[in-house]
């Protein structure tokens, strides 16, 4: 999420696994405004539409199709959530927009027209400004630029050994034909490795953000949070990084392991390399921190937010509430709502160290 563009575990098992499809009344539907989107991104742009969302896509209606259902999924966890555990959130009035791109420089593209934004480090974002979610296909990432490029090194290896084993002419000494069926064998499956590791690399990245995103649109449009408000980080960073999901196969959202998340932290705590909690709850906006240390500030805003949800649920509920009454500015002020909210920053602190140093004892929810 990005706020300048105006641009939790063991007790939550039993609730996270009742959760069913969140109940809601039919939205109704919108030509015009699929018509001026429509317009608006241009002539390679589609529309798929979903219950509750607008995917408008420039490639693959496939991919599009899968997102929308990643979207729904993430509606109806977010919902289900919020009603099991009494928050207060209202309908959606109209269905949520969401941009597809397929290629990361289009994307980038989009980004800077559209929301002015122009740090390369988003791979995704939700903007108030427009109320939309926007990403694009990680496949066309750079890191799964460079294993393709891997990739396709091996296979035209393998293509070359082919060749040969082809061109031998009989007769061939057994040994030479067994040492080049072994090399093939050998390269056939560092392909399937590369390939399995390719394709989980980027399921996993692209429902990631898809969920991460949905979630803080879904909190923007739910009255979770308000439009327009710049929260503090941990409260909507923390929110949409306990809704991420890798393995779609597995239940997301509160109460969830998240993985990537845990195994940052717990680094970050082993090498005592955290942001005390006293300079991390007035944070605001990152964007111009290190890469790494951006992963380790959305890391601290998981396991604090799955803290808080945990232990201090109530508070963390009324938070939402008092912030948006009565919002708060400046660092002082930050840590003083932060106190009147959850107690003595120093207590809370010990409270959350210890939480985090169990962390390792929690495994994956089945
Ligand atoms: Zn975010």
């Known amino acids: 999420m990005n706020q300048k563009t105006s641009v939790m575990l063991i007790a939550t098992v039993s609730l996270a696994a009742s959760v069913g499809r969140a109940e809601s009344p039919p939205l109704r539907d919108e030509p015009q405004r699929r018509h001026r989107i429509l317009q608006e991104l ?4 589609s529309l798929h539409a979903t219950d509750h969302f607008l995917v408008f896509f420039d490639r693959q209606r496939d991919w599009a199709i899968q997102r929308g259902r990643l979207l729904e999924k993430s509606y109806n966890q977010f919902y289900g959530m919020m009603h099991e555990v009494g928050w207060p959130v209202r309908p959606l009035r109209h269905r949520l927009v969401c941009i597809l791109l397929h290629d990361r420089a289009r994307f980038v593209e989009y980004a800077r027209t559209t929301d002015q934004l122009t740090e390369h480090w988003p791979n995704g974002y939700y903007s108030s400004g427009t109320n939309r979610i926007a990403f694009y296909n990680d496949a066309t990432a750079e890191p799964l ?4 490029a891997q990739l396709r090194g091996r296979q035209t290896q393998l293509d070359q050994l082919y060749l040969r084993l082809q061109g031998m002419h009989a ?3 057994p040994v030479e034909r067994a040492n080049l069926d072994a090399r093939i064998r050998t390269l056939q499956r560092q392909l399937d490795s590369l390939h399995r590791t390719q394709w989980l690399v980027v399921e996993r990245a692209n429902a990631s953000k898809a969920t991460h995103e949905a979630v803080h649109q879904l909190a923007f449009n739910s009255g979770l949070q308000q439009r327009g408000l710049a929260y503090p980080f941990w409260m ?4 949409a990084t306990n809704f991420e999901a890798q393995d779609l196969n597995r239940p997301f959202g509160l109460g969830f392991d998240n993985p990537a998340r845990r195994t940052v932290l717990r680094s970050a705590v082993r090498r005592n390399e955290m942001v005390p909690l006293e300079q991390f709850v007035v944070i605001v906006d990152p964007r111009k921190a ?4 951006r992963n380790l500030l959305y890391a601290e805003a998981w396991g604090l937010f799955r803290y ?3 232990h201090h649920r109530p508070q963390l509920m009324q938070s939402f509430r008092s912030y948006a009454t009565k919002p708060v500015e400046g660092g002082d002020a930050l840590r003083r709502w932060f106190t009147d909210s959850f107690g003595p920053i120093d207590a809370v602190q010990a409270r959350w160290m210890r939480y985090l140093g169990e962390l390792r004892a929690f495994s994956p929810q089945p």
Do not use: D, I, T
């Open 42 to 45: 241009g002539p390679k742009f």
């Open 145 to 148: 630029r460079k294993l393709a």
């Open 236 to 239: 909507v960073e923390g929110l």
């Open 290 to 293: 290190a890469e790494a240390h």
């Open 171 to 173: 007769p061939v000494r």
């Open 308 to 310: 808080l949800f945990e």
